[in-house]
């Protein structure tokens, strides 16, 4: 039976849970999701400071500007003025340095000029009380919320858990997701092709899928059509890994191995689908009945295999991972061409290229190669266009797409001058 793709994805879903949450160090948890919301124990910054190099000073000396001051000493980041400010002194500041006690503004350097005697300074302008002053907590105030579980910690959350004296932080585990290759016709080894085999693509493309998620890869190898090797394997990946993910195998074939074996050692768990998607309408995921470990049977057509990942590997580790929301959200963009299909009962995922125009809008179009083993269109690709079962979309309609490299969208370069911005 032929079952919508939201139906699959449901099912992947309530088959997997959060990873647990360990306390991890700052500089290996980048990517991953809090598991716990975390708060601020210090004020950042913890001492008032200069945000100029300039000269600190009392901010009533310098009523009726210009004012001439008594310098009496010069302090630099990392270092303390020994005593108080008196009225009509100042100390030389720069930036970062700690404000001295009596001081109460900062005066900048550019508005400061050398008094007649070597020891002064004449301070052209007023200088209002609190000028050029980084308050004590102004950044972070104690108690602050800095990361809220279900956050997926981003370079600067590691700078602000670091600058609060923080050596670790709660995140939900890194998921660990074994990839494997099934099928007779794997060739490995960098000698000479014999005959009727072909070289392992999937194992490549989805191993890389997994690092650039952030999460963590386990190269389980290639293994033939047989019963023996792949229960072999299913055991390897139960000691090591959180998921399996296995490519080949699970179409209607008499050596489709994975769906055969997955369905004896799966119990109840087990479900082989066909999903109402072109490509990747065959898959197989299923509980291993003596470790839990869930296992992902992906097609092997190498565009399949990705396109899988993305529909129902992906939303699964993402939310073993701890992430809030799952799905990878699609934007509208404008046909430059004809998307044309026709009617199957299937959803296509079209591999396209989207840019932007000239006012930042997207566009969309198809590439040649879309039967599912042309796997150079979906390297050249940067989306998925989203075409729902029927007659396609003309040009000039709106078709929605996956973006898969938002950062990367670019402006087209007969378009936009190089460099040239349009806001
Ligand atoms: P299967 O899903 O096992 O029926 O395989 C479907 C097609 O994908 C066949 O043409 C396989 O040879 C091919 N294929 C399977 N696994 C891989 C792989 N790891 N790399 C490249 N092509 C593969
Ligand atoms: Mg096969």
Not at 84 to 112: F, K, N, Y
Not at 222 to 243: H, K, M, N, T, W
Not at 328 to 355: E, K, M, W
Request: hydrophobic share 40%; aromatic share 4%.
């Amino acid at each position: 039976m032929v079952i919508p793709l939201a139906q699959a994805q449901s099912f992947v879903l309530e088959h997997v849970a959060p990873l647990p949450v360990v306390e991890t160090t700052i500089d290996e948890a980048l990517a991953c999701v809090v598991g716990r919301s975390v708060y601020a124990e210090t004020d950042v910054p913890s001492f008032a400071n200069s945000s100029m190099d300039g000269y600190a000073l009392r901010a009533s000396d310098t009523e009726g500007a210009p004012a001439t001051l008594r310098v009496v000493g010069s302090i630099s980041a990392g270092h303390v003025f020994d005593g108080t400010l008196e009225p009509g002194q100042a100390v030389r500041i720069m930036t970062g340095a700690p404000i001295p006690d009596g001081a109460d503004a900062v005066a900048m350097v550019e508005l400061c000029e050398p008094g007649d005697d070597g020891g002064t300074v004449v301070v052209t302008t007023e200088t209002p009380a609190g000028n050029f002053i980084r308050r004590r907590g102004h950044d972070v105030a104690t108690g602050q919320l800095l990361a809220e579980a279900g956050t997926p910690l981003r370079p600067a959350h590691l700078g602000v858990l670091a600058a609060q004296g923080f050596t670790t932080v709660p995140v939900h585990r890194r998921p660990r997701l074994g990839v494997l290759s099934t099928g007779d016709e794997l060739f490995v080894g960098d000698e000479p092709l014999a005959p009727g085999k072909i070289r392992d693509a999937n194992r490549h493309s989805l191993l890389g899928l997994i690092r650039q998620e952030g999460w963590e890869p386990v190269d389980l190898g290639v293994v033939r059509d047989d019963r023996e090797a792949l229960l072999d394997a299913f055991g390897r990946a139960g000691e090591s890994c959180d998921a399996l993910i296995t490519s080949g195998g699970v179409s209607v074939g008499d050596f489709d191995i994975v769906r055969i074996v997955l369905d004896d050692v799966s119990g109840d768990s087990m479900r082989w689908m066909q999903i109402a998607i072109r490509p990747a309408k065959p898959f197989a995921f299923g509980t291993l009945a003596n470790t839990n470990l869930p296992v992902f049977g992906l097609p092997g057509n190498p565009v399949s295999a990705m396109v899988s990942f993305e529909l129902l590997v992906r939303p699964a580790v993402r939310r073993m991972a701890g992430h809030a929301t799952v799905f990878r959200p699609s934007v509208c963009a404008t046909a430059t061409v004809d998307l044309a299909r026709s009617r199957d009962g299937r959803v296509h995922f079209v591999r396209g290229v989207v840019s932007l125009d000239r006012q930042g809008r997207y566009v969309a179009r198809p590439l040649e190669g879309q039967e599912s083993h042309q796997l150079r269109a979906m390297a050249s690709a940067n989306a998925l266009l989203i075409l729902p079962d029927g007659e396609g979309v003309g040009r000039g309609g709106s078709v929605r797409a996956l973006l898969s490299y938002p950062a990367d969208v670019a402006a087209p370069s007969d378009d936009l001058p190089t460099g040239e911005a349009d806001w």
